[in-house]
């Protein structure tokens, strides 16, 4: 796909209101190009005495009907052109949400966010200044400027090639550092990611910025890349800033080859002075398409490289794809098999090996392990975030990635170890975008996940807004809020990572309660705490990416060192907490 491609549609879209806008910018040039032949009129009846008031009167009267015109034309092409720009920017900002939303978790494991906001605001602006203005400047660079042309040899083709003489230079020159301001112009924007990144993450965790005292390392990074950023902005100035003297200079020199050989012509009658004036007025209008291409490279340059980096991320494919021929599933049992399965992040050693088991449909499966030992991993994989390295998953006897995508995700509800939260209210966080919430299915989700009294103790109740990732609460309070997403509209299959690790343990027995008493639900629970799932059908232990152990509660209690030694010290520590609210 080449990169104009992404921008094709929009233009196909806007053709009628396109042509349009041509159409006024063409009126505009046309009544421009007229102004000169009524001043050689009025100079003319000036020079051989014919000349009257009422004439001059005319000729003034001519000039500013067209100049009122050249207003009402000008807003015509302005608002067709500049809006067709605006329809642009709208459909590939569309286009680039929509398409980020298909892509799976590895691309943005290795995407700076940095890099996709820049993406988002600065590649999009210049990709509608380019269109919008790009293509004023381009049919004025060919309309007007070849008219002028016209006009010039019309009234003296030697002195129009005279005045041509500088013309090539600036084709050359704008060639010249057209090719640099595109190389420079990258480098300002990959500066400006940079910063933006920076910025972000500094916000994002402004808390352990300001209790670590790091401001001042935050701060001085953040004026190291402001440096850099200037230094890139300063060698694209340096380019930029070269070009406009210089076309200005060519066309200065245009000028005096007409004043000079155009005055000679003039005095030896070989041009009246009438048409010495108007060819100088062709040449003023000249000298803005002339300058404009100057002008016009930087821009057509700049949207040229935002289209580039766009194209590269329209490129992108999800490593999670949907089959070729996707199965659908209607319904599910909820059996996984899992069959001899590794896997391995982007670029990075394999952190799953050899794991093979099965649940049974409505069964449960608990999952403990030590830090790092590949708990979450195995959770993502069951949910399809990533694809295994090697071996097969299969739900009901149906590979994972046969199954259409959109099924799998109807019949698995997820809480991941994260609970992020979107910025607005509970009920919003927990029902999405269910504006018909049953009253009851609400309520007792809320009792399932514990949250009834923390919602009463909130003078908005369900309508409080969590604020950004739910910074309003506190880390238990959205642990529950994203447990209850998971609980809200119940599937076949409920995979929890760490449901239970910011509360206490009679809010835990209560969670664990409601969520036990699910018979119907295909379990999977990730925890470090045992008492989670020790009621589990079948628990396994990793350690280092494998299966160290697996069995019941029971049976690892007494067979596996770690699981005995861990369930103990856990007891104990349950004990102490109940005697202390005894
Ligand atoms: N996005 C990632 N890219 C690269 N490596 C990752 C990524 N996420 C996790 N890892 C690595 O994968 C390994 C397993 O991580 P995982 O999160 O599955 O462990 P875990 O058992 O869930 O740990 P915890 O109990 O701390 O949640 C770790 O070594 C971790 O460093």
């Not at 000008?74 to 720009?85: A, D, N, Y």
């Not at 550092?177 to 402004?206: N, P, S, Y």
């Not at 821009?299 to 991320?313: F, H, Y």
Request: include cysteine; hydrophobic fraction near 45%; proline fraction near 4%.
């Amino acid at each position: 796909m080449t990169a104009f491609a992404l921008i094709r549609p929009y233009f196909r879209e806007n053709l009628r209101r396109i042509a349009l806008g041509l159409l006024f910018l063409l009126c505009v040039d046309a009544l421009q190009l007229f102004i000169p032949r009524i001043i050689k009129h009025a100079v003319d009846s000036l020079t051989d005495g014919t000349a009257t008031s009422l004439f001059l009167a005319r000729d003034g009267g001519l000039i500013v009907g067209f100049a009122l015109l050249i207003g009402v034309f000008r807003f015509g092409w302005r608002h067709c052109l500049i809006g067709t720009s605006r329809y642009v920017e709208r459909g590939i900002r569309d286009d680039l949400h929509s398409h980020l939303l298909t892509l799976d978790a590895r691309y943005f494991d290795t995407t700076r966010t940095g890099d996709l906001m820049s993406h988002a605001t600065n590649d999009i602006t210049n990709i509608r200044m380019a269109t919008g203005m790009g293509i004023v400047a381009v049919t004025d660079a060919v309309m007007l400027g070849g008219a002028a042309i016209g006009f010039m040899a019309w009234i003296h083709p030697g002195l129009a090639m005279m005045a041509m003489i500088p013309m090539p230079f600036i084709v050359l020159s704008t060639r010249f550092f057209g090719k640099r301001m595109h190389a420079r112009h990258k480098e300002v924007q990959e500066g400006l990611a940079g910063i933006t990144e920076h910025v972000r993450e500094a916000v994002d965790g402004i808390q352990v910025v300001k209790v670590f005292g790091r401001g001042d390392q935050v701060d001085g990074r953040l004026r190291a890349l402001s440096r850099d950023y200037v230094r890139r902005n300063l060698k694209l100035a340096r380019v930029t800033g070269s070009l406009m003297p210089l076309m200005i200079f060519l066309s200065g020199t245009g000028t005096a080859i007409v004043v000079g050989y155009g005055g000679r012509l003039t005095i030896a009658g070989n041009i009246s002075p009438g048409d010495f004036v108007a060819f100088i007025s062709y040449l003023g209008l000249l000298t803005w398409p002339m300058m404009a291409m100057g002008w016009l490279t930087n821009l057509i340059q700049r949207g040229k490289a935002s289209l580039d980096r766009l194209a590269v991320i329209f490129e992108q494919a999800p490593t999670v794809a949907e089959a070729e021929t996707p199965i659908p599933l209607a319904e599910v049992t909820g059996r996984f098999d899992v069959d001899d399965v590794a896997f391995a992040f982007e670029g990075a050693r394999p952190v799953l090996e050899e794991i093979s088991l099965s649940i049974n449909g409505g069964g449960s499966l608990g999952i403990v392990g030590p830090p790092g030992s590949g708990k979450t991993a195995l959770l993502s994989l069951l949910v399809r975030l990533y694809d295994p390295t090697s071996g097969s998953i299969r739900l009901d006897g149906v590979p994972l990635s046969d199954i259409r995508i959109k099924d799998l995700r109807r019949h698995i509800r997820f809480m991941p170890q994260e609970p992020w939260l979107f910025s607005g209210s509970i009920e919003e966080n927990i029902c999405g975008l269910d504006t018909t919430a049953a009253p009851e299915k609400l309520q007792q989700t809320i009792e399932a996940a514990s949250l009834a009294s923390t919602i009463n103790d909130f003078k908005d109740g369900l309508h409080t807004i969590v604020g950004e990732k739910g910074v309003m609460l506190s880390g238990g309070q959205k642990q529950r809020v994203a447990l209850a997403r998971a609980l809200y509209d119940p599937a076949p299959i409920l995979i929890l990572d760490d449901p239970i690790s910011q509360v206490d343990t009679r809010t835990a027995h209560h969670i664990l309660g409601a969520l036990f008493g699910r018979t119907d639900q295909t379990l999977v629970i990730a925890s470090h705490r045992f008492a989670a799932i020790r009621s589990c059908d079948d628990i396994l232990v990793m350690e280092e990416g494998r299966i160290r152990a697996r069995g019941n509660h029971d049976t690892l209690v007494e067979t596996d060192a770690y699981y005995r030694e861990t369930w103990r010290l856990q007891s104990l520590a349950m004990e102490i907490e109940e005697a202390d609210h005894a």
